[in-house]
């Protein structure tokens, strides 16, 4: 797997500054000489050699796309995804296709890039490393097929035995409705309610995937600081919201000056931390960050970042989305799977996927596990770093022991619900 070296300031400097510390170190070059980070790249993170990371990258490589696709489609809007459960929907579907139909998800998947194995038994020990009830996470995935049809057992066999779950047929009554949403409330925790206001019409295949992350903070922010400050939604509107503060936070921070933005991350409870990429101006253009991501981008990041002192404050987090994402798998070369693909192991019958329905919600606010700063050496720097973001960002939950992509969101307004 490629990945792509990032040369990461400390501290927010001025432009001045920067150029004095470029040629002071050489001009930008890295202290370990010109062909260290080429020498890097070559060798083989150690990380990627456990088979669930190598499918955790890859299926995050597909979140990751499937959130730039969707952002593009909406690009004045916030965007809250958890590509997982969708991706993990979509994996189970690949059980019923044929080799061609097979090939065009696992390529979407990013399937291709690992190396012969059983990647639906490596998903089943995946799915069973993220339900940790620590992580905060609640995910729901499942295929609903057209009513009435003949499924093949072995498809049905095959697909609980790796997933953990069954599809489900419809019966093409109000049955249908109050089944699956109360199905994807049990499987959230009751958290995710009235999945669907109302069962789509025509429906073939529908892919659903929903998902629910409660964050605990691993030092918990206190509730006395928290208050209402301004969020500058542009240089000349900004909207007060409740925002956490803590003056004396220890964060892992960097800047990254090819994306003009700095970068913390704050641990939660569980192995799951929050990465925040926070343009240097109000009115930036998020799409360079966006284009960059990648599992192994974000995994080269975590490995940069330093511990700081510095102070912090964040918007207290309750959103929700409810997104239809047909369309958007349409835009990322799966247009094939709603034309007349290849599902002959699922039934006799030609079925076609139709429908991807997805909500999530996210709740981040002020609970964590312990009120003091955990034991991390932190670098007191001469110069104050404040990270506010009191401006449009972007983040991501990750779990840590296997880089998989949780959630992602693009914020441009923490009002919205």
């Not at 400050?229 to 800047?255: K, W």
């Not at 779990?399 to 998989?404: I, K, L, M, P, Q």
Request: proline share 6%; with cysteine.
């Amino acid at each position: 797997m490629q990945s792509r070296w990032v040369l990461l300031w400390l501290g927010l400097l001025a432009i001045s500054c920067r150029s004095q510390e470029d040629s002071a170190a050489g001009g930008g070059q890295d202290p370990a000489g010109p062909d260290a980070g080429a020498a890097a790249e070559e060798e083989e993170d150690p990380f990627y050699k456990v088979p669930v990371n190598q499918l955790a990258a890859a299926v995050s490589n597909f979140g990751y796309n499937l959130y730039r696709q969707q952002s593009s489609r909406t690009p004045d809007a916030n965007v809250l995804l958890s590509p997982f459960s969708v991706a993990t929907a979509l994996s189970g579907l690949s059980l019923g296709a044929g080799p061609r139909t097979e090939g065009l998800i696992s390529r979407a998947l990013y399937y291709d890039t690992l190396e012969p194995a059983e990647v639906h038994g490596t998903y089943k020990q995946l799915l069973a490393g993220l339900a940790a009830p620590a992580k905060g996470l609640k995910s729901a995935s499942r295929l609903v097929l057209e009513r009435r049809l003949r499924l093949k057992i072995g498809f049905v066999n095959e697909l609980d035995a790796s997933y953990g779950n069954r599809p489900r047929v419809l019966l093409g009554n109000r049955q249908d409705l109050q089944e699956m949403n109360s199905w994807v409330q049990k499987q959230t925790g009751g958290k995710v309610a009235r999945f669907l206001s109302e069962m789509p019409s025509g429906v073939s295949i529908l892919l659903l995937g929903a998902a629910y992350f409660k964050g605990q903070w691993a030092t918990k922010f206190n509730p006395r600081l928290t208050g209402q400050q301004d969020f500058h939604l542009d240089e000349g509107r900004a909207v007060r919201v409740p925002v956490m503060s803590d003056p004396q936070a220890i964060l892992r921070y960097g800047f990254d000056s090819e994306l003009d933005c700095k970068i913390a991350q704050l641990p939660l409870t569980g192995g799951v931390s929050a990465m925040f990429f926070l343009p240097q101006s109000v009115t930036q253009n998020m799409t360079l960050i966006e284009e960059s991501l990648t599992a192994e981008f974000v995994h080269d990041i975590d490995k940069q970042l330093k511990a700081v002192h510095a102070t912090l404050s964040v918007p207290r987090l309750r959103l929700a989305s409810d997104t239809a994402l047909a369309g958007t798998l349409r835009d990322m070369r799966l247009q094939a799977l709603f034309g007349t693909p290849d599902f002959s192991k699922i039934a006799a019958k030609p079925i076609k996927l139709t429908h991807v329905q997805h909500k999530v919600v996210l709740d981040l606010n002020e609970d964590g596990a312990g009120a003091s700063a955990p034991a991390i050496e932190a670098a007191r720097l001469n110069f104050p770093i404040e990270y506010r973001l009191d401006r449009p960002f972007l983040f991501v939950l990750r779990d840590n022991e296997t880089g998989a992509l949780l959630m992602i969101g693009k914020i441009l307004d923490p009002r919205s619900p």
